[in-house]
């Protein structure tokens, strides 16, 4: 046995399966990515609309030393080919009345921001925070590895239970504050990954964690930038890149991903197989159903998955400098458990609007023409397992939504807006192959985190692994970034026969 150069093919081209790839071709091994759409990036999918540029998703760097690492890997300097700037306050909350708390990166601004709210809570805060920081500390290692065994996971439950981040970020919010807005203030994070901050557990907490000590920053040109400079260096480590090539199936051989089937009938033979598309959906669409064990079937029907979302991308005419917005932008609503409660569990169309608000030409003018300004407003709903339907829907509950926003932030919005664009979880299922629609895979919990998150590695199938949302460590671009070096990491140890 000896270790070799691996034939290897990465399904998608998101960040995770970008991390993966970029490593492996570091590596010296044979890379492939194949992607069905037209441009690489997955969510990071970047539209180019009447010279707006809008972010398909992710739009919040908080580990910029990932990006650093990539690049050195491959011998470059990540200067020379992007530009992060620190974003201060890193968010803007409002709440139901519009009234609006900075979320700054230093200790002291944000006791400022409480004292405008809540005096009698700065005394909880600091102790709020000292613990999200231990958090941090104690768990940021394991965001790096795998969970191989159950007893690598047990390991850390005596921290759990005597820290109490079993309890629900909400609740470990309230625990510490009493303001109803501050207990939103600090407990909205499980949004970011797809979770409910009411029966999410604190140990999620550690994103705090990483915007404390790494801060919150935007690349300019928005996170198709990104993308394009990844690709870039993948591409100069000898990597390759096919776009607008779907993968029909996968190539099973006793229990082994021996390759894919792309749809226009090509068989691809490979060592390794990095699957970056969303795990249920590989293994119930990608793989005949004859090969999948009853366990791996009766496993799927137990996951539980994250809420989806409407996304409204749109342009205006003119500039809205003079808002009382920022960059990052989130406008929570006064029934914020009800809310909660709405999308993911009865799952139905709630009452109140939850919103994220992006305006990155607040900071980045080259987003948009000259003279005018760029948006996304990302709302949450159900998945579609709450039977709505969009065809119909998305129409009138976009009209919902930017009135709102007319009406309280951006005044004499419909008769300014220039471009428009909307996806509801239909876009989720379809284009981007999300189960159920589900807009971060597998909701995050603590029976699906860790160990009991699937692995990156596949527990049913030889040379097959997963990278982004739907694995260990979880949805958000960090954690699925670490995806991608974990499956790297993997693959690598891998000793093949000289015959294989």
Not at 33 to 61: A, M, S
Not at 82 to 96: E, Q, S
Not at 271 to 288: R, T
Not at 456 to 484: E, I, N, Q, R, T
């Amino acid at each position: 046995m000896e270790l070799r150069r691996q034939k290897i093919a990465v399904i998608g081209s998101g960040f995770g399966g970008l991390s993966a790839a970029i490593r492996l071709a570091c590596q010296g091994h044979e890379v492939t990515i194949y992607e069905k759409l037209d441009k690489p990036g997955g969510r990071g999918y970047q539209y180019d609309l009447n010279g707006f540029k809008f972010d398909g998703g992710p739009t919040v760097i908080t580990a910029p030393h990932q990006y650093d690492e990539l690049f050195e890997l491959a011998g470059k300097k990540r200067e020379d080919y992007l530009t992060f700037i620190p974003l201060d306050p890193f968010y803007r909350i409002f709440n139901g009345n519009g009234d609006c708390f900075n979320y700054w990166r230093a200790q002291d601004k944000t006791e400022a921001e409480i004292a405008k709210f809540s005096p009698s809570d700065i005394a909880g805060y600091r102790i709020f925070l000292k613990k999200m920081n231990a958090i941090f500390q104690w768990f940021h290692p394991f965001t790096e590895k795998s969970f191989s065994t159950l007893f690598s996971f047990l390991r850390i439950f005596p921290y759990v239970f005597s820290t109490g981040t079993w309890r629900s970020m909400y609740g470990f919010a309230s625990k510490h504050v009493k303001n109803d807005f501050m207990r939103k203030v600090l407990s909205f994070h499980p949004l970011l990954i797809g979770g409910n901050p009411f029966d999410t557990p604190s140990i999620y907490g550690l994103i705090i964690g990483f915007e404390k000590e790494w801060g919150v920053h935007y690349c300019l040109g928005g996170t198709g930038a990104i993308v394009k400079a990844l690709c870039q260096i993948f591409e100069e480590c000898g990597g390759t890149i096919r776009l607008n090539t779907e993968v029909s199936s996968l190539i099973i051989e006793d229990k082994r991903a021996a390759g894919l089937i792309l749809s226009d009938g090509s068989i691809v033979k490979t060592d390794s197989l990095v699957c970056n598309g969303d795990l249920a959906i590989c293994y119930k669409n990608l793989i005949p159903k004859e090969k999948l064990p009853w366990s791996l079937d009766f496993w799927l029907k137990n996951i539980q998955y994250s809420n989806s979302l409407v996304v409204i991308y749109f342009g205006t005419k003119k500039k809205y400098s003079d808002s009382k917005l920022s960059h990052h932008n989130l406008i929570l609503g006064n029934d914020y458990k009800q809310f909660m409660k709405d999308v993911f569990s009865k799952k139905s169309m709630p009452r109140e609007l939850g919103l994220y608000l992006h305006m990155p030409s607040a900071s980045d003018p080259s987003i948009a023409p000259d003279g005018c300004e760029s948006f996304y407003v990302l709302s949450l709903v159900p998945n579609l397992d709450g039977k709505i339907d969009w065809k119909v829907t998305l129409p009138e509950y976009t009209e919902k939504v930017l009135a709102f926003l007319e009406d309280n932030y951006l005044p004499d919005l419909k008769k300014n807006i220039v471009v428009q664009h909307a996806v509801s979880p239909l876009h989720f299922a379809s284009t981007l192959n999300s189960f159920k629609g589900a807009a971060f895979a597998i909701k995050p919990t603590m029976v699906q985190s860790g160990y009991f998150r699937p692995q990156v590695k596949s527990k049913w199938f030889k040379d097959l692994y997963f990278v982004g949302a739907s694995v260990h460590p979880g949805a958000g671009v960090p954690a699925v970034m670490a995806s991608g070096k974990i499956a790297a990491s993997e693959i690598s140890s891998v000793k093949l026969p000289n015959n294989k």
